[in-house]
Every structure is written in C-alpha cells, then in structure tokens.
C-alpha cells in the first residue's frame, strides 16, 4: 500500500487535538508472535494535552490490518525518558513523519536522537530516582525475611544503575541494556554476574548487591540531581513538596520524589526550612526545600 494511501485514510479523520501523524511499516512477518500482533502498519497520532491513557484500534485499510495508536504529547515525552514502551518508540523514531503541525514532532525525534544533556538530565533524575526507590524496597524485603521478592527488587534496582552509567557515557539506553553494559565492561556488570550466576547462597548475593548500591547511592546523588538542583535554584524562595511534585520538569519522578528529597537533605546537598504558611489551616509549619 502506498503510505500516502495511509495517510489520507486517516486525514480525513484527523482531529483538531492531533498534531502529528507517524506511520511505521514492519517488515513481513518480522514480529510473528510479539506484542505487536503482526500488522502490517503502525499508525502512531500523536495528540496535544497532558499525559493520558494510550487509545489503540484496529483497523483494515485496503485490506491489510493497521495498527493505530492515539497517545499524548507529553506521555511520549515521558516515554522517551525513561525508556518505556519500547516497540511504540521505535515506531516514533523509524517511521515516516507524514504530518507534522508546527513541526514539534519532528524537533523532539531530533532532540532524542541528538542525546544532548537536556534529556541527559532528565532521564539521570529519573533512573536514579527509580534505583534509589527499589534500592530501598529489596532492603525492607531482606529485612522481613523475603529473599527472593528482594533479590527481585536489586535485580530490578541494578537495571536503572546499568543505565545510569551508560548515560554518563553519553550512550542512550536502548531496550538490551545489559548486552549495552556488557561491551563496555563495567562494574555494575560484574555485579550483575555476581548476583545471577554466583554459587553464593541468594540472600549473601542480596546483601553484597546492596552494600555496593549503598555506596553508588552516595556516590551519584548529585550528578543525578542536576535537573532538581536547577528547579530549586531557579527561584529565591523555597519549595514546597507540593510545588515539586506538580512542577512540570519533575512530574516524571513524582512519586519518588518525596524519599529522593528526603535522601538529598540528609545528606546535605538540599537545605529544608520550617515556613508558615497564611493559607495552610494547619497549626503546624510546613517544610521548605532550597539550594542555599
């Protein structure tokens, strides 16, 4: 089918909320079994607005089965980042742009494939954001007595620390992670050998993995908390958690941002104040966080 066939079909039907359409072709057969279901094309519509639920159809356009996936602007941006839905980025990075309004689709495939420190930064806070929370998790797993749910979580915790460095690289994660870590011959490598192939008994392998995430986490804190200085910094006031967790440049680590704070004050890179505020109706002070 010719793409511009495509494209008609589905112009015709465009609306006034979508600002750029994507159609990736998969070669014959190539997916045979995977989650992709074997259709001949992907149609990725791209739609402005916040992050909202990913909307899939399937459709028959000339007889051959399409794929079609509404998804937001910022959920894929948030995707790009932390490296989410793999086979839809793909589709977004290797197929053909055949509209584009105001061409901000075009200049975000340009800012991934560029990995400049922009998205370095955002996607450092948001790895070690994800490490430093499972980190935390598999140690409260160890202590209760849940080996294998712990070896689980370091696993898991060891996967965002083998992005990490490869970011500081300047090499962006792709989906094989390990296999990326694997060439470079890292550290964090040997660790994961040592937690999946050593003859120790699985809590001893547990235990060595997080004495070592122990001290990575002291390690990195701040190299991985350039974007959250920034915020902080770019005002003379200090922040509420609540103001972090809704500004739009962290979104993306919400949910691990209150223990991430809490980690940066104890360990002095982040100052907190005691500030009443006129609007709280609470009897107690709230607490600020700043730079200075």
């Not at 992907?42 to 996936?69: D, F, K, M, N, S």
């Amino acid at each position: 089918m010719d793409l511009s066939n495509l494209s008609f079909f589905y112009g015709e039907s465009f609306d006034t909320d979508a600002i750029g359409m994507i159609i990736y072709r998969q070669e014959a057969h190539k997916f045979d079994g995977s989650l992709l279901h074997d259709f001949d094309y992907i149609v990725l519509i791209v739609r402005e607005g916040q992050e909202a639920e990913l909307v899939v159809e399937h459709t028959l356009v000339g007889g051959l089965p399409c794929q079609t996936l509404h998804v937001s602007a910022e959920s894929l941006q948030s995707w790009l980042i932390t490296g989410d839905k793999g086979d839809l980025i793909r589709c977004f990075v290797e197929g053909e742009l055949v509209r584009d309004d105001g061409g901000k689709l075009a200049r975000l495939r340009h800012e991934y494939a560029a990995f400049d420190q922009p998205l370095r930064d955002r996607q450092m806070l948001y790895e070690f954001s994800r490490f430093l929370s499972i980190y935390v998790e598999a140690k409260r797993y160890l202590q209760a007595g849940y080996v294998i749910d712990a070896y689980q979580s370091v696993l898991d915790s060891l996967k965002h620390w083998a992005r990490i460095e490869l970011i500081e690289r300047g090499v962006l994660p792709n989906q094989a992670v390990w296999e990326q870590v694997k060439e470079l011959n890292t550290a964090i490598h040997k660790l994961y050998e040592e937690l999946t192939q050593s003859t120790e008994t699985i809590r001893q392998r547990v235990e060595l993995v997080l004495l070592a995430c122990e001290f990575s986490v002291m390690s990195k804190m701040a190299e991985c908390s350039v974007l959250l200085f920034r915020v902080l910094g770019s005002r003379t006031q200090p922040w509420s958690i609540e103001e972090l967790i809704h500004h739009p440049d962290l979104r993306i680590v919400k949910n691990e941002l209150p223990l991430v704070m809490r980690k940066l004050v104890n360990r002095s890179l982040v100052k907190e104040t005691a500030a009443w505020s006129d609007d709280s109706g609470s009897d107690s002070p709230g607490i600020r966080y700043s730079t200075e």
